[in-house]
Each structure stands twice: as structure tokens, then as C-alpha cells.
């Protein structure tokens, strides 16, 4: 049986060896497929156009450092300006090894919204609950 590698059949512009090789187990990318998927743990916050900056900076150079030095996964702020409801929304993506990371940072009951008062005071409104979700796929930047 002839092996060629499929890309030598067909120019895809790929290198498709790799599929004939076994997977090595001591690679970290095939160490990151192999264990458990990590957590998001999503937020939505509403300020009113006036409050929004100084909500941002909360957010900024409070809040969220505070909770990078919790965990290690980072964290994503999001900003949508909503001028027909003079709001701001802000979504936070959170991530975490696992639930009991999870856990750790919110408490037993982890869907519970963690929100300073400090925030409370600039927001208009905002999730009681997050919302929790299992990362899948990821692509490196």
C-alpha cells in the first residue's frame, strides 16, 4: 500500500504527515486536548451612559486585577455602548481551571453574581447569576 502523505496526492498547501505519525504524549498541545476543559464564567453589568466611565475604571484597576490574582486563566471585559436605552453594557469572562476554582472565588452557591458594592453604586442594573460554560475549542492567538 502506498503511503504518500496526502499532501504530496493533492496541493492543499498543508503539511498532512502529521496524521501518520502517533501523537506524542509529552507535546503540551496534546496535553491541552487530553484534560479537563476549562470554565467561563460569564456576567453582564448595565451602567447608564454618565456612569459608564467611571465604572471602567473600577473595573480596570480594582476589580479585575483583583480577580486575575485569584486564579491564573484571566480575565475578558467586554463594552457595548446601548444609546437608545442610554445604557452601557459590560460583560465579564471569567476563567477558571474547574468548578471548585469556581467555588473557591463565588462560594457554594458559584452562580451567585460576585458584585462589590462599590460597583453595585454605578450600576444600573445587572445578572444576579452568571451564567457557566465549558471551553470546548480554543484557538491561540
Known sequence: MDRTPLSDAFDF???????ARPPDFHNPAFARTRR???????WHGYTTAENAGAYEH???TEILP???????????????DLPHQNEVEFITICYFENLNEV??????DYEQSVVPPKAQ???????ERSQHYEIKHETDR
Open 13 to 19: 498547501g498543508f503539511d498532512f504527515s502529521f496524521w
Open 36 to 42: 479537563e476543559p476549562l470554565i467561563a464564567r460569564l
Open 58 to 60: 473600577l473595573l480596570q
Open 66 to 80: 483583583g480577580i486575575e490574582r485569584s486564579h491564573k486563566h484571566g480575565v475578558h471585559l467586554l463594552r457595548r
Open 103 to 108: 467555588r473557591a472565588f463565588a462560594g457554594d
Open 121 to 127: 453604586a454605578l450600576l444600573k442594573r445587572f445578572d
